[in-house]
């Protein structure tokens, strides 16, 4: 057997000194590579991409693995990060576009699988915030894959599958609810073929037949509510590709919920949009699952049949779904058409607490995307991503104020900016008390931002028509100026008064030492936001001038008055008046230094006659801090713009030239 040499019939075209190259071709004859300072030649990280972690005998499990591409400007290698790594990449330390330098690694034979093996990375450290190779390289993707030889085929493994053979699709990055990866197929399917509708059954007779014996009709209806994507994976279970989506389907004789199941997820979620029509046939009936959140519905005005739901299976009996072309949809088959419920910010207030309804405005404030532990998810663990927004209508000096999580449209989610016309369905009301209401999303959430209205069913809406209309009498530069981008953003505000008692553990504020924050902030990862309380006797306070703040500056929303980067966005003229009227006033910050009760005394020693201090009533205080780890912003991508879009398609251009910052993107390792 040839020693280590490597295989590809196209290093007679590249140049021969390679680090990776000369890397591989020495691990065999070690087990584990160490490589001196001056052996380490520095890599570029091209794609860090995350699965479900294998059980492993005798080790403490993390959650997830992560694959590591990097290049030398000659190969590609993919290679498995060492589990003792993983920090690093929770930390977003190491991440895509920057050079690191690999100082221990060893290559690792899979036996379960004949000529399947990999580099690990078992020590690295990083060369440079930002890549000085990458800038050299045209297309990085186009460089041919590294393998040691008689290992040819894993090319075709390392392609868009994880390393660990026995896991089959990579994951999100940052999340469990986004598409990842080239399985997922998105755009129009083959040409329609012959459809016979003349023995489809409604849903209404579904119900019916759920206990008796029958055989299953085809079915045609059309999608009114699409759901996020949901993953299930754990440790131990046996299905290649756990995932699960709701649809609500309806036909002429009502709605009923839809269950898109497994490996079907990634051939047909892209493709089953709100307003598509389905003909399904081979699905199978089931008891609906009660303890889930359901599309509030009655503006659709039609019965909804919720004792059982479809079933689109991959197997057992593999579903035959069919997808029609809009222009194949005859009016004859009587299926209903979507409706909206858009509600204007003029009648938000009026609106019970927990109602839903769907949202147009303009975008004028987007917060920086933030991660927050789901509650009560064990291993392996689970991270929602959100991020705030404001938007107006018009209709009101006030914005939407709007908690978007992710709704496995990673594309619009992270391309969401000032100046874009932001569309969002099914969004939570929250009445606050003492605060302005605002709106979250919930599961079947769906959101659109310009360059993605084309071809949606709430164009025609009447209220989306009279939105248009009045960003038509707007000017460009009036609006530019009341926009703003990232920040620290906390709303509702923290009450006056803090309830939760000091002993209850179960509270949605966790309460800790001070001499445990240190401890609370190691632990966040890239990202995350955390909310913690503490406790403790004011000891000194300072006053202290602000500095001038930058126009682009996001306002405190935290305040009594709740004042609105948009506020007044109907009368310019006055919104300059209070421009001016806050410059020439000096605005004063409290800083309060809470301080546990050992230190106190020494404290105030300290600090006495340093600064002006007053010693508040004796008693205990309560303060909510919020933890975060802080991120790199990235350059903000401009979708192209038509029908609908072409509206705003000017604006957001002229924000991507006007603002000051940069929207945060999402490291997505690609």
């Not at 020495?26 to 590579?33: A, D, E, I, N, Y």
């Not at 709701?246 to 497994?262: C, I, K, P, R």
């Not at 049949?305 to 689109?312: N, P, Q, R, Y």
């Not at 991503?385 to 989610?413: A, C, M």
Request: charged share 20%; proline share 6%; glycine share 4%.
């Amino acid at each position: 057997m040839e020693s280590s040499s490597c295989c590809s019939s196209m290093v007679a075209d590249l140049p021969q000194e390679s680090f990776l190259q000369r890397t591989l071709e020495r691990l065999p004859s070690t087990q584990s590579l160490k490589l001196t300072a001056e052996e380490a030649a520095p890599v570029a990280v091209v794609a860090i991409q995350r699965y479900l972690s294998e059980p492993t005998e005798g080790q403490q499990l993390d959650s997830y693995s992560y694959d590591v591409t990097i290049t030398d400007g000659v190969w590609r290698a993919k290679c498995f990060l060492h589990p003792s790594l993983n920090h690093l990449v929770h930390r977003n330390t190491l991440r895509t576009g920057t050079d690191v330098s690999v100082r221990q690694c060893s290559f690792v034979y899979n036996e379960r699988r004949l000529g399947h093996g990999y580099i690990c990375i078992e020590k690295v450290e990083s060369s440079a915030e930002t890549s000085s190779l990458l800038p050299r390289i045209n297309n990085p993707s186009s460089l041919p894959m590294l393998v040691k030889h008689g290992m040819e085929r894993s090319v075709l493994l390392q392609s868009d599958v994880p390393l660990q053979v026995s896991r089959k699709h990579y994951l999100s990055l940052w999340n469990n609810d986004d598409p990842e990866g080239d399985m997922w197929i998105s755009g129009s399917a083959s040409p329609d073929p012959v459809l016979d509708v003349s023995k489809v059954t409604l849903l209404s007779s579904l119900e019916s037949s759920f206990r008796a014996s029958w055989k299953p009709l085809p079915l045609l209806v059309k999608i009114i509510h699409k759901s996020r994507l949901r993953y299930y994976g754990k440790f131990g279970l046996k299905i290649d590709y756990p995932f699960q989506t709701y649809f609500e389907v309806a036909d002429q004789s009502g709605t009923m919920s839809l269950v898109l199941w497994n490996e079907l997820c990634p051939e047909y979620y892209l493709r089953m949009n709100v307003g598509a029509v389905l003909y399904l046939q081979n699905y199978t009936l089931k008891q609906s699952y009660s303890n889930r959140s359901r599309p509030q519905m009655d503006h659709h005005r039609m019965k909804n049949f919720t004792s059982v739901e479809i079933c689109l299976n991959p197997r057992n009996p593999a579903a035959v779904i069919t997808v029609v072309s809009p222009k194949s949809v005859l009016p004859q088959w009587g299926l209903p058409e979507v409706s909206y419920q858009f509600t204007a910010r003029s009648e938000l207030e009026k609106i019970s607490n927990g109602s839903a309804c769907d949202v147009i405005g303009l975008v004028t404030f987007v917060g920086r995307v933030e991660r927050v532990r789901s509650k009560g998810n064990k291993a392996p663990e689970k991270y929602w991503t959100y991020r705030w927004v404001h938007s107006v209508d018009g209709t009101s000096d006030r914005p939407f104020i709007l908690e978007l999580f992710s709704s496995s449209q990673p594309e619009i989610f992270n391309q969401i900016c000032p100046m874009t016309y932001l569309v969002c369905t099914q969004m939570r009301v929250c009445q606050v008390e003492g605060s302005l209401p605002y709106l979250t999303s919930s599961c079947e959430t769906e959101i659109f931002i310009t360059g993605y209205h084309k071809g949606q069913p709430y164009v025609s809406d009447p209220r989306v028509k009279s939105f248009i209309q009045w960003t038509k009498t707007l000017k460009d530069n009036v609006v530019l100026q009341k926009t703003a981008v990232g920040g620290h953003y906390c709303y509702p505000p923290p009450p006056r008064r803090f309830s939760q008692s000091a002993t209850d553990t179960s509270g949605q504020v966790p309460l800790v030492a001070a001499s445990d924050l240190k401890r609370e902030l190691e632990s966040l990862q890239y990202r995350e936001h955390k909310k913690l309380a503490i406790q403790g006797e004011i000891a000194a306070i300072r006053y202290r001038n602000d500095p001038k703040k930058v126009s682009n500056e996001p306002q405190d929303y935290s305040s009594d008055t709740h004042k609105d980067p948009a506020d007044c966005l109907m009368s310019p003229s006055s919104d300059r008046s209070k421009a001016n009227t806050r410059k020439r006033t000096n605005q004063l910050r409290l800083r309060c230094f809470v301080l546990g009760e050992q230190q106190l005394v020494k404290a105030a020693r300290r600090n006495h006659g340093a600064f002006a201090s007053r010693r508040p009533a004796s008693g205990q205080r309560l303060s909510q801090v919020h933890l975060r780890r802080e991120e790199r912003p990235a350059a903000v991508e401009q979708p192209s713009a038509d029908a609908l879009d072409a509206a705003g398609g000017r604006r957001r251009r002229a924000t991507a030239h006007s603002q000051p910052g940069a929207l945060p993107a999402d490291h997505t390792g690609h």
